[in-house]
């Protein structure tokens, strides 16, 4: 049984939308990482802490924008 071109738009969308929100709960994660180990809950150098912070502020703002353009630019392609 072959699947119809909407059904697997939607499948594509629905799998874009997953990897797009496991990314900002990635980022939102090493965020709270990163605030425990500058808080002194996790004994690891502040520096360490600032830098997980900083990459997970950018995972959560910036990595879903970059990864719809890039999940998108394949639709462009010709079939």
């Known amino acids: 049984m072959t699947r119809s071109q909407r059904e697997l738009d939607e499948a ?7 990897i797009i929100n496991v990314a900002r709960f990635g980022g939102v994660a090493m965020v709270m990482l990163g605030f425990a180990i500058v808080r002194g809950v996790i004994d690891l150098p502040y520096a ?8 997970g502020f950018f995972e ?14 394949g639709d462009r392609t010709p079939k």
């Open 48 to 55: 360490v802490g600032a830098i997980i912070a900083v990459a």
């Open 12 to 18: 594509r969308a629905r799998n874009g939308f997953i």
């Open 60 to 73: 959560i703002f910036f990595l879903p924008r970059f990864i719809a353009r890039r999940w998108n630019a």
